[in-house]
């Protein structure tokens, strides 16, 4: 697509840069637990923009001082889906916000196909589009 | 990973924060290679570290020695550092045994902040937990619960208070070798990111380590802390008073030393939590005796003395059997 033309996923914080290196990640994760965040896991091999709820990997880890923890999920879950989308999650458990605050994608798959956009004609010859990845056209768990 | 057909313009390479030897970004001097111990010693608080450790534990004479081995190599790692010598941390999992009020969890509080202020733990928390707090109810419970309880502690110390519960030969539906098993791996991959402390009684803590020989050989420190000598008990009766603003009257401290003689040799005797007790009833019947008088004006003189009537009257002057 030529809106996109390295065909990576550009979901959250940082997409548009070069991967983040372990101790960029660290850095991170250590600038959300200085914030109070409880960070967490996701991992899907889906890539769609609009894919949005990603398969958790383990709770929401609250209540730690240091990044060691995360890094050593992070590595349990890229030693189990090494060739999956991976993406850290940041929850801000404020009064008021309640929400994720930060999220971005540390692990991709080697090859990231790209996405097309799927035309369809409607009545009077109007069109409606979307997009389309073309690893989606594999079954899951066979797509990277 | 597939990499972008285009360059940000504007990036260099990222150049990671390594944070090797985190006693580095503490105050160091980059101009300035030190290269004798007086100089790092001026750059870094171990001194004052091991002032307060003096000051502030009674006895605990290995303790202090290990202490103070463990600070001697942070300056000399520091030195080795400015050489390019290669510097790896020491691990330092450790194991208190000895007899109850012997300041095993005292010591364990007070190791996270010392290791922390001479820069080998990050964040110098203590996360201390029982076995109820390792070990799970039923199949698949305990892993979570100990990698959760591990994640937290990272950082900082994790203080296992009557380790060999954890160990349960005798019954085979007991989970506790699985925690065992997940500390054992994450003390010996995760060195520089957690400390382990295990605390106990030193016979069931040998028991222990000889069923689990891989527990005792991550280990690199067994403390063993010495009952506490009647002077030493002395200075701990003394601190404790001065911290709750009270002080001693006349003859007290004889006394006192007369009750700890003949305290020692009864049973049950739990050194300086033994100490506490009896200064708290001494506080008891000193306030008993106040409440006596409603009508007198009580100064503050009165109010913050132990006379040597509020300790007579223990029981330990006046039976010898067990109290």
């Not at chain 1, 916000?97 to 196909?113: G, W």
């Not at chain 2, 001026?42 to 290995?62: F, H, I, N, R």
Request: glycine fraction near 6%.
């Amino acid at each position: 697509m030529m809106s996109n033309p390295t065909g990576r996923l550009t979901q959250g914080q940082f997409s548009f840069l070069p991967d983040l290196t372990d101790a960029e990640v660290t850095a991170q994760l250590r600038y959300g637990l200085a914030k109070g965040y409880a960070w967490s896991i996701e991992y899907t091999d889906d890539p769609h923009p609009r894919n949005t709820y990603w398969d958790m990997w383990g709770m929401p880890m609250f209540d730690l001082q240091d990044p060691a923890g995360v890094m050593m999920e992070l590595s349990a879950c890229r030693a189990a889906f090494p060739r999956h989308y991976i993406r850290l999650m940041a929850f801000d458990s404020t009064r008021g916000i309640e929400s994720v605050a930060m999220s971005f994608i540390v692990n991709r798959p080697p090859q990231e196909e790209g996405f097309m956009i799927e035309r369809q004609e409607v009545q009077g010859r109007s069109m409606r589009y979307t997009t389309r990845g073309y690893a989606a056209q594999k079954p899951e768990g066979q797509r990277y | 990973m597939s990499a972008p057909s285009y360059s940000i313009p504007g990036t260099a390479t990222a150049a990671p924060n390594a944070a090797s030897a985190p006693a580095a970004q503490a105050d160091s001097s980059p101009a300035e290679a030190a290269r004798t111990v007086a100089e790092v010693l001026q750059q870094t608080q171990v001194e004052a570290v091991l002032a307060e450790l003096d000051s502030e534990l009674v006895g605990l004479a290995p303790v202090k020695a290990r202490i103070r081995d463990i600070a001697a190599l942070l300056v000399i790692d520091k030195l080795r550092a400015n050489m390019g010598l290669a510097t790896q941390m020491p691990s330092l999992h450790m194991c208190f045994t000895g007899n109850p009020g012997t300041g095993k969890t005292t010591v364990a509080l007070r190791m996270a902040q010392i290791l922390h202020r001479l820069g080998f733990v990050r964040q110098g928390h203590v996360v201390s937990v029982t076995r109820d707090d390792l070990v799970g109810q039923f199949i698949g419970h305990t892993a979570p619960k100990t990698k959760e309880v591990l994640k937290k502690a990272m950082g900082g110390v994790l203080f296992i208070d009557e380790a060999y519960y954890l160990y349960k030969p005798e019954n085979e539906r007991d989970y506790g070798q699985e925690a065992i098993e997940i500390l054992l791996q994450v003390m010996e991959n995760h060195r520089d990111d957690l400390v382990v402390i295990l605390a106990g009684y030193k016979d069931r803590m040998g028991t222990f380590f000889k069923s689990n020989p891989g527990m005792s050989s991550r280990i690199a420190h067994h403390i063993d802390f010495p009952d506490y000598a009647v002077d030493e008990l002395l200075q701990i009766a003394e601190q404790m008073l001065k911290s709750q603003n009270y002080s001693m009257g006349a003859g007290l401290p004889e006394l006192l030393r007369q009750y700890l003689e003949r305290r020692i040799t009864q049973p049950h005797f739990a050194n300086a939590r033994s100490v506490r007790n009896a200064l708290d009833r001494a506080r008891l019947r000193q306030a008993s005796r106040l409440y006596a008088d409603r009508n007198r004006v009580l100064t503050r003189e009165d109010l913050s003395t132990l006379s040597p009537e509020d300790l007579r009257a223990s029981r330990v002057f006046s039976s010898d059997s067990a109290s």
